[in-house]
């Protein structure tokens, strides 16, 4: 009986570059999803002054930054207390110019004062002796002229007041709330009362209105 010899597994070339590859494969797979997941965390580069994926980079801060600055225009101007301050100030200047106007008709301590001092001078002047017209010129005359003058004055401060109360909003940054009606009206009128004043302060100055009193020269008998 012959002996047999025990049959040896043949191992070929296709089983080797099998196992080649399932070792490659186990060595490299596990690499691949580390780096998918740092390519996915670290944001790709965005040029200068644009904005990233992620709404980060100069381009979005300085769209913020401009939303931002609207937005507090926006609020300032529909702040109640900016308002009421710039009407305020509309009203204050409005009122002063009516009230100016008033004075420069009426008359105040001022031109009462600067006109009694204009008396007190004539008095002086005339109380050597005089004519009678040069004491009426003097006394009365110089009185009645300075009272026309101190109260142009006020007249044309009050012109001036209520025009820059009126134009002053044409001038300023536009407002989405106009100003009411009450300071304009309020405005105009010491506009008008300014213009009044002016008239009638040239006229009696100028002795256009009410001429001085003049004294009657006697009869040669």
């Known amino acids: 009986m012959n002996p047999t010899t025990p049959k040896t597994p043949t191992v070929t070339a296709a089983d ?34 644009s904005e990233t994926a992620d709404g980060s980079g100069p381009g979005a801060h300085a769209g913020t930054d401009a939303d931002t600055e609207s937005f507090d225009d926006e609020a300032a101007e529909d702040d109640p207390h900016t308002r009421e ?15 100016l106007g008033v004075v420069s008709l009426t008359g105040g301590w001022t031109s009462r ?36 003058f101190v109260n142009g004055v006020f007249a044309l401060v009050a012109l001036l007041v209520g025009v820059f109360a009126l134009v002053r909003p044409a001038f300023g940054a536009p407002s989405a709330h106009p100003q009411p009606g009450w300071i304009r009206a309020v405005a105009l009128a010491g506009v008008v009362l300014g213009v009044i004043g002016v008239l009638l302060s040239v006229g009696m100055y100028f002795d256009l209105f009410v001429a001085l009193p003049t004294v009657a020269t006697p009869a040669a008998g």
């Open 16 to 49: 080797d570059d099998r196992e080649n590859r399932t070792a490659t494969e186990a060595t490299t797979t596990p690499e691949a999803p580390e780096a998918q997941d740092r390519a996915a965390s670290e944001p790709a580069d965005a040029p200068d002054g």
């Open 85 to 99: 301050s710039s009407w305020i100030g509309a009203g204050t200047t409005a009122v002063v110019a009516a009230a």
């Open 113 to 148: 004062v600067a006109a009694e001092r204009e008396t007190l001078l004539g008095q002086i002047h005339t109380g050597s002796g005089g004519s009678a017209a040069q004491q009426i010129s003097e006394i009365y005359g110089d009185a009645w002229h300075t009272t026309a």
